[in-house]
């Protein structure tokens, strides 16, 4: 499924690269918003769309069109995984049947743990212990990081599968790999230096980190990614890191581009 969903990708997306020369844009009369990591705060993710809404309906006042891009990770370590599974699919239907500011949704590597340990909850166990008790907590599942019994394992699986929500299985079925938007590409961890974006290994786009955060390589994208917490936003030439560690700070962090202009919208703890 992942190594499909990439080809679908690579089938729409533009093919055109960040210019060594000239600085990146976006699609021309485009805004977009890259939001990162959210990791189960609601609180954070409600308070931070509200500015980032206020922001794109100046920039829609001023003849752009907007995007916002959620950079995965939207469930683990924090209090209210599902309650962030619902604003986003409420955010996914507006943006479905145009009431809404337009959205992609990315998957990250904890969504595909979660979705891993729903198919073979023995063999991925390693999930319980880097997030999925907060998370199977705020579906009302009491379990222990790690817990590695097979039996239990399945047990542990079989009432998340039960609780699950339809429309939330759905949404984290069909997130996406990768978008990009002119001079950017969107990933959740990064990808791998040196490799045609269209040759990204799935698990590098998920849990990269070295050599791609310190690589000074231009990449045929500028890439935008979450997955590594940094104190501050890392805005370089070659890419933008916005993952704020929001289940530790409080600081949920988005990044809005336009024409050459780079901004930081984020919450305060």
């Known amino acids: 499924m992942i190594r499909s969903l990439l080809r679908d990708f690579f089938a729409s997306a533009t093919n055109r690269s960040a210019s060594s020369t000239a600085p990146p844009k976006p699609t021309e009369g485009l805004c977009v918003y890259a939001v990162g990591d959210v990791h189960g705060q609601r609180k954070e993710l409600e308070a931070l769309l509200a500015r980032v809404e206020a922001d794109a309906a100046r920039m829609r006042a ?8 959620f950079l995965g990770d939207y469930v683990d370590r924090g ?17 479905a049947d145009g009431s809404g500011i337009a959205c992609r949704f990315l998957l ?33 599942v009491r379990a222990s990081a790690g817990t590695t019994e097979p039996a239990r394992c399945r047990a542990l699986r079989d009432a998340l599968d039960e609780r699950l929500p339809d429309e939330h299985r759905r949404f984290l079925e069909t997130l996406e790999l990768m978008v990009a938007f002119g001079d950017y590409a969107f ?16 698990d590098d786009l998920l849990w990269i980190r070295e050599p ?15 997955h590594t917490v940094v104190e ?38």
């Open 62 to 69: 001023d003849g752009l069109n907007t995007r916002i891009v």
């Open 79 to 95: 209090p209210d995984s599902r309650g962030v599974l619902d604003s986003l699919c409420a955010l996914a239907k507006r943006s």
């Open 108 to 140: 990250g590597n904890h969504e595909a743990a979660m979705l891993d340990f729903l198919k073979e909850p023995a063999a991925n166990s390693q999930w319980l212990s880097f997030g999925g008790v907060e998370t199977l907590g705020s579906y009302g």
């Open 187 to 202: 990933v959740h961890a990064g990808i791998r230096p040196g490799v045609a974006l269209e040759r990204q290994h799935p």
């Open 212 to 226: 791609f955060l310190s690589s000074p390589r231009r990449h045929e994208k500028v890439i935008v990614h979450g």
């Open 232 to 269: 501050r936003p890392e805005i370089l030439d070659n890419r933008i890191g916005i993952d704020t560690g929001a289940y530790a700070t409080g600081v949920l962090t988005a990044v809005a581009l336009h024409g050459v202009e780079r901004r930081i919208l984020a919450t305060a703890p």
